[in-house]
């Protein structure tokens, strides 16, 4: 298993441009969450989706950001227009249930640079 | 709305020593989890240890333990014999049945050689 996979890595942009964020879930996770990680703020929950369905996005900052899961193995978090406030790491973490005490399993995370 | 604090922005330890991480939280729950995840300078979140609110016994994992104080709504963080691959950041965090992670604000450990 290869676990959560996000792209890219690092990515660096401009003010003003549209910034894509993906990733991929561990097969058979029902639920996928965007985390975001600021010195600031620490961790925030952005958003999460329980099979591909948003569940709660009253993290979402504001309407420059979009989340979507077309189907069950991949998901994007888009941010347009991009803002240097928005330079911060983006997680991507799966979990078969939130039922239980079942972890979070997380992706290596996007560092996002907006200039 | 659940609160999780940890009040030790950083820490430091020699090594083979013990040292204990903080967390307190707030929740008018009976039933959740607490977790302590640690990520390293890799960035990758992993998952340190795990604990049932339900449950009385405290949480092992080989040199890691916690100490669980359900009336006190505190959960730290003992590890012992500490080394250096433990220097992290760590993460205490909080859900409650069915609903979302809760993080706090996270703890730089130190381990000095």
């Known amino acids: 298993d290869a676990g959560v996979i996000q792209s890219p890595r690092h990515e660096v942009t401009e003010m003003g441009q549209e910034v894509t964020l993906r990733c991929k879930p561990i097969?058979?996770?029902?639920?996928l969450f965007w985390y975001r990680q600021t010195m600031m703020r620490g961790l925030e929950l952005l958003i999460y989706?329980?099979?591909?369905?948003?569940?709660?996005d009253s993290g979402m900052p504001e309407d420059r950001f979009s989340a979507k899961m077309p189907n069950a193995s991949f998901s994007t978090l888009k941010i347009q227009p991009s803002e240097p406030r928005d330079s911060a790491v983006y997680f991507c973490?799966?979990?078969?249930?939130?039922?239980?005490?079942?972890?979070?399993?997380f992706g290596s995370g996007t560092q996002l640079s907006v200039l | 709305a659940q609160t999780v604090t940890q009040s030790q922005p950083e820490m430091s330890v020699q090594e083979a020593e013990t040292v204990t991480l903080s967390c307190t939280y707030d929740?008018?729950?009976?039933?959740?989890?607490l977790f302590w995840y640690k990520q390293p300078p890799s960035r990758q979140m992993i998952l340190v240890i795990r604990?049932?609110?339900?449950?009385?016994q405290n949480a092992t994992e080989n040199r890691f333990s916690v100490n669980f104080q359900k009336a006190a709504k505190s959960f730290s963080l003992k590890i012992s014999d500490s080394q250096l691959g433990d220097a992290a950041m760590y993460f205490c965090?909080?859900?409650?049945?069915?609903?979302?992670?809760?993080f706090g604000a996270g703890t730089i450990l130190r381990v000095k050689s």
């Open positions: 973490a799966s979990t078969p249930g939130v039922a239980t005490n079942e972890k979070l399993f």
């Open positions: 097969s058979g996770h029902d639920y």
């Open positions: 989706f329980n099979n591909n369905v948003p569940i709660d």
């Open positions: 929740t008018s729950e009976s039933d959740y989890y």
């Open positions: 604990q049932e609110a339900y449950k009385q």
């Open positions: 965090a909080y859900r409650r049945n069915g609903n979302k992670l809760v």
